[in-house]
Each structure stands twice: as C-alpha cells, then as structure tokens.
C-alpha cells in the first residue's frame, strides 16, 4: 500500500491502481493519463452520507462540489450514491442535466451568476440557488416572479473565519469576493431582504471557509457563529432559518508527511458541537449540508506520465521532465501543493533521488513538485503522481495547445474510459 489502499505494487514491481498495472495502462491509452479508483470515490461519498444522517439526522445531505472533479460520469456516481451536487456555473449546470442529475438535488453556487445563469438554472428545476449578494437576490426574484415560481434559497454569509489554510484558497473571510459578512451588518441586511422579497423563499444559510483544512476547530468556530446568527434572525426577524450548509474543506492526505483524516469522525465532533450549539442559543436543529470535493474525489486519482529528458545540473538541481505539467496539474505552480511522485515500473526501489519534476511547457514555472524523492528516472520511464483526483482535471488547460489528457476510470479490475482524449482536431475546433 502506498498512502492509500487502492495503491499498490505488483510482482512485476509495478505501481497499481485498484489492482490494475499502470505501465500496462500507460501502453493502452498513452500518457499523460487521469486513473480514478471508482471504489475509493464511493466509499468516501458513503463515509460521508452514513455519518452525515447519524450524527446530523435523516434528513442530511452530503453533496459533491463538482468543481473538484467535473465531468459527466462523477454526476452518474454521484446520483447513485445519493449524494447532492454543488454547481458554480452554467457548464457545471449543463454536464449534471446532461448526465441526469436529478435538478432538486443541485445547489448552484457563484459569486457572480450571469442573467443566463441565472435563467437557464430556473428553466432546468435546479432545486436550490445560493444567493451571493444582493443584486443576485434582486435578479433571481425577478425571474422567478416572472416564471411565476418561488425560488428555494440559501444565503452565502461570510463567517469571517482564517482556516490556517493557504490564504489564495480561504473563502470565509470578511474580505472576500464571496458572500455576506456578517460583522459589517451585510449578512443581516440580505436576511432581511430575503425575508420581504417576492418569489424566492429563505430556507437557509450557507459558509464555506476553505480548503484542505485538517483542524476541526474552523469548522466548530463557523458552526458557533452561524448558530449564533441563526438565533439573531429568530429574535430579530420572528424568521425561522431551517438550513444550514457547513461547506466544503476537509483536508486530504497527499504526502507521508500530512495527517490522515478520519472523516467520521470530523462530522461526529463537527456535530455534537452544533447540536450543543443549537441548544445553548435555543434553536432548533436545522436540516445540516455539507459540501465536500476535494475529500471525496482526490484520494481516488493517479496521473501518469512518460519521462523524457533527466537533466542533472551539477551542483544545483536534477529535473526529470514528463510529458505533461501545469496544464494538466497546475496545483504546484498555483499554491506549491506538495504530492507522491514514484516511477510506476519500478516501484519498489529506494525513493533515493531528488529531482524537480517538470512539465513541457515553455514556462520555468511548470512544475509538478520540486526536491521530490524519487526513484532514479530514465527517458521511457513511466511517472505517476499520486493523489490527483481533485483540481486536477477540473483545473486542466490546453496551454501551449497541448490536449487534455482521457479519464480512466477502474472498478472491480476493470478499466473504463469516461473522458476520452483531447485531439488536435479538438482544439482547433473553435478556431475561424
Ligand atoms: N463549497 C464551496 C462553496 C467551495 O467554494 C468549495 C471549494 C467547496 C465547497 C469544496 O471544498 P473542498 O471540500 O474541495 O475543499 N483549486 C483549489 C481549491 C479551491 C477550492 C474552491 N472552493 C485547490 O486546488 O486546492
């Protein structure tokens, strides 16, 4: 096992993911190449649906930031699995309906939702909008009136927390593009808004303070402080807020240095604090949401690599260079994101070298990691990172027109494509 059990070596000393060869992976559909283990992705959603309804009640709902991983088979096992999903725009919108994603299961989230958004969510029976602000308010209870419907909603508040996370990826904050903060009065003026506006009914309130957070302690002091807003709408308004989405963030193991996180037992401390909370501040439990990504679907992927050129730099640095980079995991030269890196045909020798990985892009930030310990690499050797299951694919670009590479997915000793390769055809296909 290597960080995961769906990782693994073989007798041949190949890296395997969900008991599959890499190498012989890598010769089927070429490299760069996305491997999802299926049974990982459904155990985590079930973690979360089974602890959310035993400590939160029946009536929880886990669901899938898609952001993290989108495409339209991820909606399939999302729909089987029970799950709810989080879409932040129209394309996001478009993959779920396309896929059958049952529409009044979908949260649609964003700062900044277009009219057509806005419009095409309506037209497609999207269950629930997060409203952001209070433009967005106007524009969603405008449309609706003119639909002739009563738009369920959820407020975005800003909870004004700092996760200890990296600062790009903290969304909780007072200044922050997203949300309603509620030390500034903005939170309880869009409360009151909501409450008085026509064709769309409050059912609730929603914070997500950021990502790749491992303490419970954030999340415990967003609950306090939602809960506690909670009781000053009761007070204020006589308005009952009956839902409360918590958000998305737990932490993920990406390296032997990070903590592993028991998931169960996260939602269990995060719930016995909000039901204490719900008590002190005299209000009833509200229907509780959460809204994993990177937790449900990271832990699932491997990306293989072919190497090419080793580059030793006496006295400064190694580089193995890959064919692929940034455009397909631009994580380490967004946020320097640290990750498992070993050569999938011979895995089980010592991890005794350090090399920079990079990636094929005319750009000296196009990076995978550097001083990784790695096995010693040769060109043809294949390169696998681990753990690439979130904000990887979703993330991914043509840059320097290189195509995305396909999804394999693998279930039960079986591979399967989900999103074939990008072609050069694909790429011009825009082009006039
Ligand atoms: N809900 C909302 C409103 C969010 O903005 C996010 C993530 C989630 C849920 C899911 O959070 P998670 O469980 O995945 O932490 N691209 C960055 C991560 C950006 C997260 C954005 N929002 C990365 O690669 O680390």
New binding site residues.
Partial sequence: MILYKHFDTNDRGHLTVGGLDTVELAKKYGTPLYLLDEACIREQCRTYINSARKYFGEDALPLY?S??LCFSEIYRIAAQEGMGV?CVSGGELYTAKKAGFPAERIYF?GNNKTDKDISDAMDMGVGTFVVDNEEELSAVSAMAQDRGITQRILLRITPGIDPHTHKA?V?GNVDSKFGNAIVTGQAMSIVKKAIATNGVCLVGLHC?IG??IFDVEPFSDAARIMTQFIARIKDECGYEISELNL????GVKYTKYDREVDYAQAIKDISEIVHGLCRENNIKMPRIIL?????LVAASGATLYTVGSVKEIPEFRNYISVDGGMPDNP?YA??Q?QYTALIANRANEPADYRATIAGRCCESGDLLGENMEIQRAERGDILAVLVTG??NYS?ASNYNRLPRPPVVMIKDGADRLVVRRETYEDIVRNDI
Avoid: V
């Fill in positions: 930031a952001k993290a989080d989230h990826i969304t997500h990502s790749q958000g998305g963030g737990l809204e994993p990504g990177r937790s994580r967004l946020y994101s979130a904000y993330m």
